[in-house]
């Protein structure tokens, strides 16, 4: 029973994996779109881009190794926040930018923390 319920959650984890790989690929194609009509290429377009190849990637490598690195997601949110602070333009508020910012660093030293822990670690997802 245990092990069919272990396998309902892999496949269940897998579809939705994938799923979320084409909705990604969509959106991308969404924004390829809207940049071709509006003839024009800004940082945000490009950093949502990246976003979008940074989720494929994620899912790609997972999909090849079944493990999903800790540092990608914390990628993806520090271009997120990036991209954030770029929309939101020169007139916002000051201690809003502070915030941001003081995030992006916070997410920085994450993943130096994790690139530089001990290698007699715990790992969360691993075939051994």
Do not use: C, W
């Amino acid at each position: 029973m245990e092990v069919k319920i272990a396998e309902l959650i892999n496949f269940a984890e897998k579809l939705l994996l994938a799923s979320i790989a084409l909705l990604a690929i969509v959106a991308t194609g969404q924004e390829v779109i809207k940049i071709i009509e509006n003839q024009s290429v800004g940082l945000a377009d490009l950093l949502l881009l990246f976003i979008y190849t940074e989720v494929l990637g994620m899912i790609g490598i997972f999909f090849v190794s079944k493990r999903i690195p800790i540092t990608l997601p914390i990628f993806i949110a520090i271009t997120a926040i990036t991209r954030l602070i770029i929309l939101q333009g020169k007139d916002m508020d000051m201690i809003s930018l502070v915030y941001e910012a003081s995030a992006i660093l916070i997410l920085a030293l994450a993943v130096l923390a994790v690139r530089y822990r001990p290698k007699n670690h715990y790992s969360y997802q691993t075939d051994d």
